[in-house]
């Protein structure tokens, strides 16, 4: 171990640009891309896209994709994106372990699409879907992807024979917006844009990072976010470079801590001029501006400063543009005074930055950033005493549950009265707007109380209390929320249907029943769910204002859980 990792107590380099899919950070982006990519694969064929700017993560998020998959698909994985057609089709043959016949009277092209076409037909005879991933698919000739194309026409009578996933930057989608490749892009079952980070995940994503590789206490000052942001724009690869050697600046100099002074002077060193903030075009006009106030404060200081201060950057851009060429004035001895004024509107800028997007009852103080709670399906897991390290998808999310006899349902368009019947802490998604060419996004978040004039809110920039108002108006009306069903609960019981006998259940319900109420008669069944089973189920429904049918259904079992077990999470006591 090298002596910079044990001046930080780290087992490994936190910060590598290698694609790990280790340190992957599950961002609400790289969950929403998680999703895609699973839909695509779940559909019968045909192309899926991935695209993202340069190190947003897209390798790192395909290799997760690829580590976790299931075993019943067979995937081939292409780096070189700068073979021909036939390069390409060998790779792929190569990657599926397809031997190719030496028939010398048919093409080479040839001969790898018929032994395709057959190992297709063998493997999906076999229960076996087969995946082709192409990185960097912005390189392809428009011959590798009209072949490409060709291959998804793959197909026995009823289901297409492959997925391909096309990873790359944005200009492919221009790609295949082309005329001539109109065929293809009409083939596209899902496709995906992943965003940088913002600036709330920031925090998360660097802590993320670092116990990954070890830490166990914070070594990046909180001050650092926002300058880390201004100047990578919350690209991770950036990030990662900057933090990198922000750490090995503070080793040099013996301190256990990063501050903002070593992020910046890290930054300086290795980012070009161009790249220190990412995604804000009007950078180059506001520092025109600061020179142009510096110069004109040596002659009126005080009102000139002030507007500066209290303008915003692009208000101060548009006043550069409308200054007359012929005004410009000297600027001997006004270079001393920039770095002042510019700090100072810098400042001013990411805090307006920070905020402007957030509606003020969602805004979070200081102390509740801090917390910084991550991901919302380890989060909601956590409640129930349920242990997970990685859960990207709502069928991850699931599969964990199912492990500690827990049962994952989501329901949509649903009510606050609907949330206060089920009373459970779940998932919901907010409506932010995150600015930019984002736009209006929806964001996750722990749903862990709803009062009558509050609920509490946990999410990766920590617990936040708003106003039940505020959390209508933000909410979509979508939640994920998990439940402990009784051992051997498949579906609904009713004395009416065919098939009545459950013993595990209905021994279960005797049980809770007595519990609840001591009167309660114990009727021997047999462990069938008779006619009078039915009536005492009805009772209980009548005396808890829910729908009195007599059948034992989810939320009859979530109100005899909620009255009988004192360990379940609850989103408020007084439901």
Same mark, same amino acid.
């Given at each position: 171990m090298s002596i910079y990792l044990q001046h930080f107590a780290l087992a490994r380099e936190p910060f590598s640009i290698v694609p790990d899919p280790?340190?992957?950070?599950?961002?609400?982006?790289?969950?929403?891309?998680?999703?895609?990519?699973?839909?695509?694969?779940?559909?019968?064929?045909? =192309?899926?896209?991935?695209?993202g700017e340069v190190g947003t993560g897209k390798t790192t998020l395909t290799r997760t994709m690829i580590k976790r998959i299931p075993p019943?698909?067979?995937v081939a994985y292409i780096l070189n994106s700068k073979l021909n057609a036939s390069d390409v089709l060998a790779s792929i043959c190569d990657e599926l372990d397809i031997k190719l016949p030496s028939d010398q009277e048919l093409s080479f092209t040839k001969q790898c699409i018929d032994a395709l076409n057959k190992d297709l037909l063998a493997a999906h005879a076999e229960g076996k879907k087969t995946l082709i991933v192409l990185e960097e698919a912005q390189n392809l000739t428009p011959e590798v992807l009209e072949t490409l194309r060709l291959l998804s026409n793959l197909e026995t009578s009823t289901h297409k024979l492959l997925h391909i996933l096309l990873v790359g930057q944005p200009e492919l989608l221009d790609i295949l917006a082309q005329t001539e490749l109109r065929q293809l892009n009409q083939r596209v079952v899902s496709r995906f844009h992943l965003s940088p980070l913002d600036k709330n995940d920031?925090?998360?994503?660097?802590?993320?990072?670092?116990?990954?590789?070890?830490?166990?206490?914070?070594?990046?000052?909180?001050? @650092?976010?926002?300058?880390? =942001?201004?100047?990578?724009?919350?690209?991770?690869?950036?990030?990662?470079?900057? @933090?990198?050697?922000?750490?090995?600046?503070?080793?040099?100099?013996?301190?256990?801590t990063v501050s903002a002074k070593l992020v910046k002077q890290a930054a300086k060193e290795i980012l070009s001029d161009e790249k220190k903030s990412p995604g804000k075009p009007w950078l180059l006009g506001m520092i025109a501006a600061l020179v142009l106030i510096a110069v004109v404060t040596l002659i009126n200081p005080p009102a000139l400063l002030t507007q500066a201060l209290h303008s915003s950057p692009l208000a101060v851009s548009a006043q550069v543009e409308q200054t007359n060429e012929t005004d410009t004035l000297s600027?001997?001895?006004?270079?001393?005074?920039?770095?002042?004024?510019?700090?100072?509107?810098?400042e001013a800028s990411v805090q307006a930055e920070q905020t402007k997007h957030i509606p003020a009852e969602l805004m979070l103080t200081e102390k509740q950033m801090s917390v910084g709670i991550g991901n919302p399906f380890i989060n909601l897991l956590a409640r129930w005493g349920a242990e997970a390290s990685e859960v990207y998808s709502e069928e991850e999310f699931a599969a964990v549950a199912s492990e500690y006899s827990l049962r994952a349902e989501k329901i949509t368009l649903a009510d606050l009265k609907v949330?206060?019947?089920?009373?459970?802490?779940?998932?919901?998604?907010?409506?932010?707007?995150?600015g930019g060419h984002q736009g209006t996004y929806l964001q996750s978040a722990v749903l862990a109380r709803l009062d009558s004039d509050s609920a509490e809110l946990l999410s990766r920039e920590g617990t936040a209390q708003i106003s039940r108002d505020a959390f209508q108006q933000a909410w979509n009306g979508s939640f994920l929320y998990l439940w402990r069903p009784p051992e051997g609960f498949s579906e609904p019981l009713s004395a009416s249907a065919a098939?009545?006998?459950?013993?595990?259940v209905v021994d279960w319900l005797q049980a809770q029943l007595a519990v609840i109420d001591n009167n309660s008669e114990v009727i021997i069944s047999g462990g069938h769910y008779t006619e009078a089973i039915a009536l005492q189920?009805?009772?209980?429904?009548?005396?808890?204002?829910?729908?009195a049918d007599g059948i034992l259904g989810r939320e009859t079992l979530l109100r005899l859980n909620q009255l009988s077990e004192s360990d379940i999470p609850r989103l408020s006591e007084d439901f």
């Open positions: 280790g340190f992957l950070y599950p961002s609400v982006y790289h969950r929403q891309a998680v999703a895609h990519l699973k839909y695509g694969l779940d559909r019968e064929g045909g =192309f899926i896209l991935l695209t019943h698909v067979r920031l925090s998360n994503y660097i802590n993320h990072r670092l116990h990954r590789a070890g830490a166990k206490r914070p070594i990046f000052d909180p001050a @650092c976010i926002p300058v880390l =942001f201004r100047l990578t724009g919350g690209v991770p690869r950036l990030i990662n470079l900057v @933090c990198h050697q922000s750490l090995v600046a503070a080793y040099s100099i013996g301190s256990a600027m001997t001895g006004s270079i001393a005074a920039v770095p002042v004024v510019k700090e100072a509107v810098e949330l206060e019947q089920i009373n459970r802490p779940g998932i919901v998604w907010l409506r932010n707007t995150g098939i009545t006998s459950n013993p595990e189920v009805l009772r209980f429904q009548r005396q808890q204002k829910l729908v």
